[in-house]
Nanobody, 117 residues
Framework: VQLQASGGGLVEAGTSLRLSCAASASGGTVSVITFGWYRQTPGKQRELVARITSSGAADYADSVRERFTISLDNTKNTVYLQMSSLKPEDTAVYYC??????????WGQGTQVTVSS
């Protein structure tokens, strides 16, 4: 499974941004059970932001609950992270991850999100 993330950028605090992550597979069939978004800042461990199962069940880190929404378009094998009311502390490199039915994880390249105050 290959993941292609996009949508990062530089925004002002209080605004919104949407990240996308498209999954593809060399054999043509994408069998992902769970998609997730993580983020990482220099010197810190990567932390879970949100995740969603293929059936649509989602959960969030407390720090982003009520501000971020994760969604999945199964027809496009694409997961989105809608980020609203962004804060400077949301600044990080965001990574998407997919887990298949064999508990194998696949990571996309990171996309930088910078929120200015």
């Amino acid at each position: 499974v290959q993941l292609q993330a996009s949508g990062g950028g530089l925004v002002e605090a209080g605004t919104s941004l949407r990240l996308s992550c498209a999954a593809s597979a060399s054999g043509g069939t994408v069998s992902v059970i769970t998609f997730g978004w993580y983020r990482q800042t220099p010197g810190k461990q990567r932390e879970l932001v949100a995740r969603i199962t293929s059936s649509g069940a989602a959960d969030y880190a407390d720090s982003v609950r009520e501000r971020f929404t994760i969604s999945l378009d199964n027809t496009k094998n694409t997961v989105y992270l809608q980020m609203s009311s962004l804060k400077p502390e949301d600044t990080a490199v965001y990574y998407c991850v997919a887990e298949d039915g064999f508990s194998r994880s696949y990571w996309g390249q990171g996309t930088q999100v910078t929120v200015s105050s």
